[in-house]
């Protein structure tokens, strides 16, 4: 029987599978994709806290849904980072980021259109969860390359020693599970 953390975020009940890192250390999954209703709510809510802002960022993949949300419901433009090149990239810009929840060393892109998008412009940087803060880091590299603003860095839930932070914006604590 797999076991799960039950929690409430934006007054919605859920339950999360619990997913082992190493032989240490569990983490709760949170993962937005398919859930309307959360990632509805979640963004509404974040709204509500979140500074002022021209254009939100993410990273791909599971960022994706809650960036988007926050575009709809908000300033109605987003740009996600990606994990790698396409052809429709131009002179693309790269910054390599490390994950808890990825093995290996990743590299996000964004083409210069994303880039120049950017530019002179109030960025809210946004993921479904801010753990170690790397992935954060990266997308705050390729703002400042782009000569976007960051404005505010928000998620829906803050797992472990990143909810101590005072530098991001979060609805809800996500703790690690030591064994």
């Known amino acids: 029987m797999s076991k799960t ?22 983490i709760a999954a949170f993962i937005m994709f398919g859930d309307v209703e959360i990632t509805e709510k979640s963004a509404a809510e974040l709204l509500k806290i979140c500074p002022e802002h021209d254009i939100v960022i993410t990273a791909e ?12 419901q908000g300033c109605g433009d987003y740009i996600i980072a990606r994990k790698g090149i396409k052809v429709y990239m131009p002179d693309p810009i790269s910054i390599n980021v490390n994950s808890i929840t990825t093995k290996n ?22 993921d479904d969860v801010i753990s170690t803060g ?38 809800e604590k996500l703790p690690l599970f030591f064994k």
């Open 61 to 72: 993949a599971k960022g994706i849904p809650l960036c988007y949300e926050i575009a709809r």
């Open 5 to 26: 953390y039950k929690m409430t975020i934006a007054g919605l009940e859920r339950e999360l599978p619990l997913c082992e890192v190493n032989e240490k250390l569990d």
């Open 134 to 171: 790397d992935s954060l880091k990266a997308l705050e590299a390729l703002v400042e390359k782009s000569g976007g603003v960051i404005v505010g860095k928000a998620a829906v839930l803050a797992e472990g020693d990143a909810a101590d932070r005072d530098d991001i914006i979060f609805l």
């Open 105 to 126: 060393t990743q590299t996000l892109y964004l083409g210069k259109d994303d880039a120049d998008k950017m530019k002179g412009k109030r960025v809210l940087i946004v």
